[in-house]
T-cell receptor
Framework: DAKTTQPNSMESNEEEPVHLPCNHS???????IHWYRQLPSQGPEYVIH???SNVNNRMASLAIAEDRKSSTLILHRATLRDAAVYYC?????????FGDGTTLTVKP | NAGVTQTPKFQVLKTGQSMTLQCAQD?????MSWYRQDPGMGLRLIHY???????DQGEVPNGYNVSRSTTEDFPLRLLSAAPSQTSVYFC??????????FGPGTRLLVL
């Protein structure tokens, strides 16, 4: 199974961009990378996913390296509501492995 | 659509008691999964199912049973509760194993 590596924690100031990295060097060529986030006392929620090219949606952007061994979740203007644990995982056919993710702290 | 629903929201058990955590989804997803999350930790997969009648074990299956008689429901049974099973339990569903949709969780305290 593909595994991912993320920093344990990151800090950002409100209104500034945040780049959350993820290494997934063992991902297969057809696996999408999914990002989820978990707000305090809630279940994880889907943020974005991508295969090879950069992706944008209303929540975030996803930049995927050309060799697909890493990706970066970009929050363009962090808000206090973005403070959460962010997980990047390859799809696992319903049996995904969630690591400990990156805890994002947003300072006012 | 209600999405993924879980009941109860909170439960207190005594050691040795049994109970069933309920999970239901109304999105016609074939894939469903149960995770547990201990304080300050990530999610660990307990059991999963790729369709009605088909289940398999995840990382931490001991002490838990599942069955999948319908597409909509995926209950998790604790056979004999232990304090080590104190955790928050999340159910998730997905279409073809892709993007997962999570329920709000069940907080379980075993005394």
């Amino acid at each position: 199974d593909a595994k991912t590596t993320q920093p344990n924690s990151m800090e950002s100031n409100e209104e500034e961009p945040v780049h959350l990295p993820c290494n997934h060097s063992t991902i297969s060529g057809t696996d999408y990378i999914h990002w989820y986030r978990q707000l305090p006392s809630q279940g994880p929620e889907y943020v974005i996913h991508g295969l090879t090219s950069n992706v944008n949606n209303r929540m975030a952007s996803l930049a995927i390296a050309e060799d697909r061994k890493s990706s970066t979740l970009i929050l363009h203007r962090a808000t206090l509501r973005d403070a959460a644990v962010y997980y990047c995982i390859p799809p696992g056919a319903g049996k995904s492995t969630f690591g400990d993710g990156t805890t994002l702290t947003v300072k006012p | 659509n209600a999405g993924v629903t879980q009941t109860p929201k909170f439960q207190v058990l005594k050691t040795g008691q049994s109970m069933t955590l309920q999970c239901a989804q109304d999105m016609n997803h074939e894939y469903m999964s149960w995770y547990r999350q201990d304080p300050g930790m990530g999610l660990r997969l307990i059991h999963y199912s790729v369709g009605a009648g088909i289940t398999d074990q995840g990382e931490v299956p001991n002490g838990y049973n599942v069955s999948r008689s319908t597409t909509e429901d995926f209950p998790l049974r604790l056979l004999s509760a232990a304090p080590s099973q104190t955790s928050v339990y999340f159910c998730a569903s997905s279409f073809a194993g892709e993007t997962q949709y999570f329920g709000p969780g069940t907080r379980l305290l075993v005394l």
